[in-house]
C-alpha cells in the first residue's frame, strides 16, 4: 500500500472515489441523487471539493486513488470562488428545488457547526475508499499516518461524519463526539461533529 500526497494528475482518480463512496451516504446520497438515480454529475459536483483543497498540501491518496483523505487547515476557503461557481452550476442543473435547498442549508449548517475559536488544527472535508478496495483498512491507516503528522506539528482536528457506521471508527482514531445535527432533507439522518486533540 503506498500512501503519498496527491497530485493535479491524482484529481480525477480521486473525485472517482469520491462519487463512489458517497453516492449512497445516508445524508450526501439523498440530496445529491439525481433524476431517476442518475450519478453521471457526482465525478463533476466532487471536483472543485478536491482542487480546492490540493494548494493546501493537505490532500492523501492511497493506491492512486483506492482511498483519499483531503484535509484544510482551519480557516481557509474550501474552494475559491470560481469552484464554488462551478459546484453551483452542477447543482442548480442537476436538482430539484428541494434538493437545492437542501444543498444550500448543509452548507450553512456545516459552517455553523465548524470551531471556528478552537485552538490549531486542520479539517478533515472528505475521507473515502474506493467501493472496489472497502474492507481493506486502507482508509484507516491513512487517517493514522495523517493524525500522527497532525499532531507533531502541534495540530489538533476536526471532523464531521455524515454516515453512523464510521462513528466508532473515528472515535478509535482518537476523536470524540462534540455536537452534531441533522440532515436538511431527513432529520432522522444525523451529522456528527467529532474533535481530536493533540494529545489523543
Known amino acids: 500500500m503506498q500512501q503519498r500526497r496527491a497530485t493535479e494528475a491524482d484529481v480525477p482518480a480521486i473525485a472517482e472515489t469520491l462519487a463512489l463512496a458517497f453516492a449512497d451516504d445516508p445524508v450526501w446520497g439523498p440530496i445529491l441523487r439525481g ?4 450519478r453521471d454529475h457526482l465525478v463533476p459536483f466532487w471536483t472543485p471539493f478536491v482542487e480546492g483543497a490540493l494548494p ?15 484535509w484544510l487547515p482551519a480557516g481557509v476557503d474550501e474552494m475559491s ?12 442543473e442537476t436538482l430539484d ?3 437545492v435547498a437542501a444543498f444550500d442549508e448543509i452548507m450553512l449548517r456545516f459552517d455553523a457547526n465548524h470551531p471556528h475559536d478552537a485552538p490549531p488544527h486542520v479539517y478533515l472535508s472528505l475521507l473515502a475508499t474506493h467501493p472496489s478496495r472497502r474492507g481493506e483498512g486502507l482508509a484507516q491507516q491513512l487517517l493514522a499516518r495523517n493524525l500522527g503528522e497532525f499532531a507533531s506539528l502541534g495540530l489538533a482536528a476536526y471532523l464531521e461524519s455524515t454516515n453512523p457506521a464510521n462513528d466508532r471508527r473515528y472515535e478509535r482514531a482518537g476523536f470524540r463526539v462534540v455536537g452534531g445535527f441533522a440532515s436538511p432533507l431527513d432529520e432522522a ?8 486533540p493533540v494529545e489523543a
Open 56 to 70: 493546501h498540501d493537505r490532500v492523501w491518496v492511497v493506491d492512486d486513488g483506492a482511498s483519499v483523505a483531503v
Open 97 to 99: 428545488a428541494r434538493q
Open 189 to 196: 439522518s444525523p451529522i456528527t461533529t467529532m474533535w481530536r
Open 35 to 38: 433524476p431517476d438515480g442518475t
Open 81 to 92: 470562488e470560481a469552484q464554488s461557481a462551478r459546484v453551483r452550476a452542477i447543482v442548480e
